[in-house]
Structure formats: C-alpha cells, structure tokens
C-alpha cells in the first residue's frame, strides 16, 4: 500500500516548538518533492513549507519563515517539519504530500495541491495556552 503517514502534532503552548514527520510506505521518496500544508477551521487549505526531492532547494510561506524549518532523510524514508516560536495561528492540521520529482526540477513553491501524487491523513497541530 503506497502511503504517507504523518506523526508528531499535539497541543503545545505558545512560543513552544513540535516536529513533525512524514514517513513513506510502500515507495521510495527519493524522487519526490514533498509539500507540507495545513488546514485550520473554516480557512483554505495553504501550502506552509516544501523541499525538492534532492533536498537542495526549499521554500517557506511568508507566515512561518524563520519559525519552520523543512528537511528530509532518503534513507529513513521521511521528511520533517520542525516547527518553533509556534503561534495560536499555527493551529491548523497539517498534511504532508508528495510530487513526482526525479529531475528536482518541480517548483513546489507554487503549491499546487492537486499535483501530488500522494497524501497523508493529516495530523492536528493545537496552539494554545
């Protein structure tokens, strides 16, 4: 079964950090960018954060620049997104996808969701005091 299984949201206070991850299953990820989005209640889906399947480029939604930071691990098979300084704002579920990328030449910057091939189920991220 081919899948993306995030993990590592909860509830955590402002100012404090989580990690998520994004662990493939059934594929590789060493060809794909992956994208991370979030959802908060009654708001548009919003691509926050993604990385080129070589790992060499990123790139950050202006809300969560120098707060997040995106990474991946093609021998683990998963990609991370650290989140500090977390903001009320932040609270959303998160998502992670991934798009077909064997050449890194994808610009995921333009967050496009319908272009990835393979979701996950998502995983709540709460901010609150």
């Known amino acids: 079964q081919l899948q993306l299984v995030e993990s590592g949201g909860g509830l955590v206070q402002p100012g404090g950090s989580l990690r998520l991850s994004c662990e493939a299953s059934?594929?590789?990820?060493?060809?794909?960018?992956i994208g991370w989005f979030r959802q908060a209640p009654g708001k548009e889906r919003e691509g926050v954060s993604c990385i080129s399947s070589s790992g060499g480029s990123t790139n950050y939604a202006d809300s969560v620049k120098g707060r997040f930071t995106i990474s991946r691990d093609n021998a683990k098979n998963t990609a991370y997104l650290q989140m500090n300084s977390l903001k009320p704002e932040d609270t959303a579920i998160y998502y992670c996808?991934?798009?077909?990328?064997?050449?890194?030449?994808?610009?995921?910057?333009?967050?496009?969701?319908?272009?990835?091939?393979?979701w996950g189920q998502g995983t709540q991220v709460t901010v609150s005091s």
């Open positions: 059934g594929f590789t990820l060493d060809y794909y960018a």
């Open positions: 996808a991934a798009v077909s990328d064997p050449r890194a030449h994808y610009s995921c910057s333009r967050y496009v969701a319908y272009e990835y091939d393979y």
